[in-house]
T-cell receptor, first 110, second 117 residues
Framework: GDSVTQMEGPVTLSEEAFLTINCTYT??????LFWYVQYPGEGLQLLLK?????DKGSNKGFEATYRKETTSFHLEKGSVQVSDSAVYFC?????????FGQGTRLTINP | GAGVSQSPSNKVTEKGKDVELRCDPI?????LYWYRQRLGQGLEFLIY????????KSGLPSDRFSAERTGESVSTLTIQRTQQEDSAVYLC???????????????FGPGTRLTVL
């Protein structure tokens, strides 16, 4: 069945560092891909999405490119801020349901 | 309302008791989803409603779990004879779009944290 694998956390970086959180997937067909973010004490929010191969999703300085050849959707940000501290989930849209990775906890130190 | 709401926000119960968790989706959203998030883990799909029918119940972990939905509004997730392994955050999401579309953004509620003692 469909599955998503994320790099294990926790990840701790200093402010202004470069961020990459790896995500790979297994799916039949061509699913839509998502990154969701869960800030401390808040609900899950959509961060960005890509619906077809080579699409690049972007939001709040974060980017991820849908790579069909490597079945990947890695999340990147050039310069992280303390406010980016959260848990990040990679997900794919299966048959009417989202399939999530296990989440990566990111902590940014000032 | 402005977003998906869930109640209660926290529920502590004793092993063996039944619990009901409620979800109010965004008005007009036809599809509704329940997920479970165990501590330190990703979200597990439980069940999906299109209107008041449930085409996919494949994620319900056992027959102690059931859910229903009234029309295109509120849904209730019921867990009977709760066990300690049921402790988790239960998340509800809704989407305005119907079946068969490529992209369905799901809007999540804040969740219900269930603790079974």
């Amino acid at each position: 069945g469909d599955s998503v694998t994320q790099m294990e956390g926790p990840v701790t970086l200093s402010e202004e560092a470069f961020l990459t959180i790896n995500c790979t997937y297994t799916a039949t067909g061509y699913p839509s891909l998502f990154w969701y973010v869960q800030y401390p004490g808040e609900g899950l929010q959509l961060l960005l999405k890509a619906t077809k191969a080579d699409d690049k999703g972007s939001n709040k300085g974060f980017e991820a490119t849908y790579r069909k050849e490597t079945t990947s959707f890695h999340l990147e940000k050039g310069s992280v801020q303390v406010s980016d501290s959260a848990v990040y989930f990679c997900a794919l849209q299966g048959a009417q349901k989202l399939v999530f990775g296990q989440g990566t906890r990111l902590t940014i130190n000032p | 309302g402005a977003g998906v709401s869930q109640s209660p926000s926290n529920k502590v119960t004793e092993k063996g008791k039944d619990v009901e968790l409620r979800c109010d989706p965004i008005s007009g959203h036809t599809a509704l989803y329940w997920y479970r998030q165990r501590l330190g883990q990703g979200l597990e799909f439980l069940i999906y409603f299109q209107g008041n029918s449930a085409p996919d119940k494949s994620g319900l972990p056992s027959d102690r779990f059931s859910a229903e939905r009234t029309g295109e509004s509120v849904s209730t997730l019921t867990i009977q004879r709760t066990q300690q392994e049921d402790s988790a955050v239960y998340l509800c999401a809704s989407t305005p779009l119907g079946v068969g579309l490529i992209y369905n953004e799901q809007f999540f509620g804040p969740g219900t944290r269930l603790t079974v003692l």
